[in-house]
């Protein structure tokens, strides 16, 4: 009971900071803008549509692109949400000095953290996939294209969302705020530099897969977008490419033509589950 | 003070000292809080060290000591803020870590931070929800504490424009709201202009008289003495002596005495009637003199008279805590 109150309390604090409100605002004027850039690029590309042999793939060319990026967009958005709207959620508690009359509260410490997660994965959960569909909603809207697996690319964002929660919400159990804000953001921008540097590598180098590999275990954010960027190209689009021998032409630091390994997906799971039950128990034995 | 030796034995500290005939009452009451043997270190710094004490139910308890005396830190072990090093703890005869003993527990802290963007009601709402409490009962409780602690009507205001003053009234409040058997009290008066002083003051009076433990952390001597039954002093982690407020306060009588001038007869005859006289430094006519016995004070007036010397002042004076202190200290080491 005291996780749900908490978690109501956590909700509604969110609401009550100019933080979320300045970035939700700031959302709405990207997407407005996104719509009418969209909007004009669209225009451009069918002026242009009767001079291709292909206008099919031409158009489809367009559409694939501008879905992923915009997915990728709202990857970057919903991460930097997580980290903004999650740094200090117990540090600056901790910091302010407001947790001394809830800590001594009839309820247990772990139910602080994992109230705290829990309402922060709600926000955060229906803000990534708020922003997923507006993206894709507003191309539709313009294109007619939707992708045909966009709910499993949209589980893999929402995983990635919660991975970062999990290490936003560990890392307010033993670091400063600000301390606890660099590593997340060190981490989530980083991760994809390991991808980039092993796919822009032409030979392929066993050290530089196993560095991958590391990083994916340490956050495993860039490999959930890959994961995700699978599910956005369509199955034909793979076939087409398979048939003309250009399907490693898929593979980019931003698209992948396989989905994320099984046992990757399990260690983002356990990823979610864990570091916040770590951060619990850290938070049970911390004195205020 | 308790028949045992000052010092503990086993560790060489101050032992916890229970004035005679409030542990023979006591005996049989229920304990409020027992320390046994708390000791918590942070890194390298002894907070509290080697502290054992119990207070009972009903009582008001002052734990007076000035800053850094480790006082805070005692509260917040009370209140499982703070895990102790060694020693245990017990809170209503459980230990604090269980959910029913900080059920029955309502705590303030020294310096009370609250979510600013919550207003009053809302806050008492969520608090009361913490504590298990729900519906017209709760409802009925918000208006209650609001009232006690003069802040009816303001309901609907936020935190953040609450004063300073206002932020202690309300964080009262929440510790109020559950009808705690033991109120935890961290210098409650410290944000607080001299009318609301009293108003607290008198809260916690009234408190005390509905049978609501209280254990009251202060620096202040007039917060404890106005409200506490039994007070602990202490000082760089140890406790340093345990006993009513006016056996620990008031042990010596001393007068200030101030006169036109000071003549070596009157020193000589006040000297006769032996009676402890000290020369105080900052002003040379003034004298401070010891008594025993109140209808000393009208012998010092006659023999005043009878030098020929006008009287100005003859007023009792108060030690400082300064000064209670430094008496307990040198008092303890004479009785090595």
């Given at each position: 009971m005291g996780l749900l109150l908490i978690a109501r309390f956590t909700i509604q604090e969110a609401f009550h900071r100019w933080l979320l409100l300045a970035m939700l605002l700031l959302n709405l004027l990207l997407l407005a803008v996104f719509a009418l850039m969209l909007n004009a690029a669209y225009t451009g590309q069918l002026a242009r549509v009767?001079?291709?042999?292909?206008p099919q793939l031409y158009l489809l060319e367009f559409d694939l692109s501008i879905g992923i990026l915009s997915v990728w967009a709202a990857y970057l958005l919903s991460g930097a949400m997580t980290i903004v709207l999650t740094i200090g959620m117990t540090s600056m508690e901790i910091e302010a000095g407001t947790f001394a009359v809830i800590v001594s509260k009839p309820l247990r410490r772990a139910e602080i953290i994992f109230g705290k997660w829990l309402g922060y994965a709600l926000i955060l959960s229906i803000y990534t996939a708020m922003l997923f569909f507006t993206f894709l909603g507003l191309i539709y809207w313009r294109t007619g294209y939707f992708p045909e697996n966009a709910l499993p690319a949209l589980g893999m964002l929402e995983l990635s969302t919660l991975v970062l929660l999990a290490l936003t919400t560990l890392g307010s159990t033993l670091l400063p705020t600000l301390v606890n804000g660099a590593v997340a953001i060190m981490l989530f921008i980083g991760a994809p530099l390991a991808s980039f540097v092993q796919l822009i590598s032409t030979t392929p180098s066993v050290t530089a897969k196993n560095i991958t590999t590391l990083v994916n275990l340490v956050i495993p954010t860039d490999a959930l977008w890959h994961g995700a960027s699978y599910y956005l190209i369509p199955s034909f689009v793979f076939g087409i490419a398979q048939q003309r021998g250009?399907?490693?032409?898929?593979?980019?630091p931003f698209t992948?033509?396989?989905?994320?390994?099984p046992a990757l997906l399990a260690w983002a799971v356990l990823y979610c589950i864990f570091l916040p039950i770590i951060g619990a128990i850290r938070f049970q034995r911390r004195d205020l | 003070m308790s028949s045992n030796s000052a010092l503990d034995r086993r560790s060489g500290n101050p032992r916890p000292q229970h004035d005679e005939n409030s542990s023979m009452s006591s005996a049989s009451r229920l304990s409020a809080v027992e320390i046994q043997g708390l000791r918590k270190v942070y890194q390298q710094i002894v907070?509290?060290?080697?502290i054992s004490l119990v207070t009972y139910r009903g009582e008001a308890f002052g734990f007076l000591g000035p800053n850094g005396a480790g006082k805070s830190t005692v509260v917040k072990i009370l209140t499982g803020l703070v895990a102790p090093t060694k020693g245990t703890v017990r809170v209503l005869g459980q230990p604090i870590s269980t959910v029913e003993t900080r059920r029955r527990v309502g705590y303030l802290p020294e310096f009370p931070s609250f979510h600013?963007?919550?207003?009053a009601r809302d806050f008492l709402e969520f608090h009361g929800r913490l504590y298990g409490l729900r519906g017209a009962i709760l409802e009925k409780r918000i208006r209650e504490v609001l009232a006690m602690v003069g802040?009816?009507?303001?309901?609907?205001?936020?935190?953040?424009?609450?004063?300073k003053g206002m932020l202690q009234r309300i964080g009262l409040a929440q510790a109020l709201i559950n009808k705690p058997d033991l109120v935890i009290l961290d210098?409650?008066?410290?944000?607080?202009d001299p009318v609301g002083q009293r108003d607290m003051r008198e809260l916690l009076c009234e408190l005390k008289a509905e049978g609501t433990s209280i254990f009251l952390n202060s620096h202040l001597l007039a917060d404890v003495e106005a409200i506490c039954d039994r007070v602990a002093i202490i000082n760089q982690g140890r406790i340093l002596k345990v006993g009513a407020p006016a056996e620990l306060f008031d042990k010596k009588k001393v007068l200030e005495v101030r006169v036109d001038h000071i003549s070596e007869e009157l020193l000589q005859r006040l000297n006769a009637a032996e009676l402890a006289l000290e020369r105080a430094e900052d002003d040379p006519c003034r004298l401070l003199i010891e008594i025993q016995r109140d209808e000393q004070a009208a012998d010092i007036a006659d023999i005043v008279h009878g030098c020929g010397a006008r009287l100005y002042t003859l007023a009792p004076r108060r030690l400082s805590l300064e000064q209670i202190f430094f008496q307990t200290i040198d008092a303890l080491h004479q009785g090595n």
């Open positions: 009767g001079e291709q042999s292909n250009l399907l490693n032409g898929l593979n980019t992948s033509t396989q989905p994320i390994p | 907070a509290v060290d080697d600013r963007w919550l207003k802040l009816a009507g303001r309901e609907q205001q936020k935190l953040g424009t609450f004063s210098e409650l008066v410290s944000g607080l």
